[in-house]
T-cell receptor, first 112, second 113 residues
Framework: KQEVTQIPAALSVPEGENLVLNCSFT??????LQWFRQDPGKGLTSLLL?????REQTSGRLNASLDKSSGRSTLYIAASQPGDSATYLC???????????FGKGTRLSVIA | DAGVTQSPTHLIKTRGQQVTLRCSPK?????VSWYQQALGQGPQFIFQ???????QRGNFPDRFSGHQFPNYSSELNVNALLLGDSALYLC????????????FGPGTRLLVL
């Protein structure tokens, strides 16, 4: 059974810092991995999707990497801003049509 | 192009009642998945609908049921509500049974008293 773990559970950083969020999964036979952002009480916004054959994806100040063999992904946020404050969720799908399996998320606070 | 929409946004029910939540997928998407997110937890998969049939189901009791209509919109029904059913219910749409990016709606916040 696929399990996804995110560390740390919460993180507080001053504005302008670069930071890394971690995601690990137990079954390396994934189809793809997605990083989502969730604002309090709101739905999920997809940030980056990495296919199993890819090593990384970039969008603006965000960079996500994937190491399938070790079951790990990282989300790098450069030059953090207060508007980046949210919960960041990692989710994987295994090969085939299996549904998303989520971690519990990392709650990020960027202090001005 | 409208994204995924859900209704209602908030709902309060009492134990034992029944509730119906609705989801309209993103234009062009044919697959709808439902997730339950308890406070402080990641979303948990309930079930997925494709071509008007339930294709996959997570570890949820039969009290949770659903439907997909010919226009791809979907409903989630929960019978005999329990306090533990209080959560944010998220709908996600995609093309081709979830192999591509899933787009999430804003969710319905259900409170069971």
């Amino acid at each position: 059974k696929q399990e996804v773990t995110q560390i740390p559970a919460a993180l507080s950083v001053p504005e302008g810092e670069n930071l890394v969020l971690n995601c690990s999964f137990t079954d390396s036979a994934i189809y793809n991995l997605q990083w989502f952002r969730q604002d309090p009480g709101k739905g999920l916004t997809s940030l980056l999707l990495i296919q199993s054959s890819q090593r990384e994806q970039t969008s603006g100040r965000l960079n996500a990497s994937l190491d399938k063999s070790s079951g790990r992904s990282t989300l790098y946020i450069a030059a953090s801003q207060p508007g980046d404050s949210a919960t960041y969720l990692c989710a994987v799908t295994n090969s085939g049509n299996t549904p998303l399996v989520f971690g519990k998320g990392t709650r990020l606070s960027v202090i001005a | 192009d409208a994204g995924v929409t859900q209704s209602p946004t908030h709902l309060i029910k009492t134990r034992g009642q029944q509730v119906t939540l609705r989801c309209s997928p993103k234009s062009g998407h044919d697959t709808v998945s439902w997730y339950q997110q308890a406070l402080g937890q990641g979303p948990q998969f309930i079930f997925q609908y494709y071509e008007e049939e339930e294709r996959q189901r997570g570890n949820f009791p039969d009290r949770f049921s659903g439907h997909q209509f010919p226009n791809y919109s979907s409903e989630l029904n929960v019978n005999a509500l329990l306090l533990g059913d209080s959560a944010l219910y998220l709908c996600a749409s995609s093309l081709g049974q979830g192999k591509e990016t899933q787009y999430f709606g804003p969710g319905t916040r259900l409170l069971v008293l």
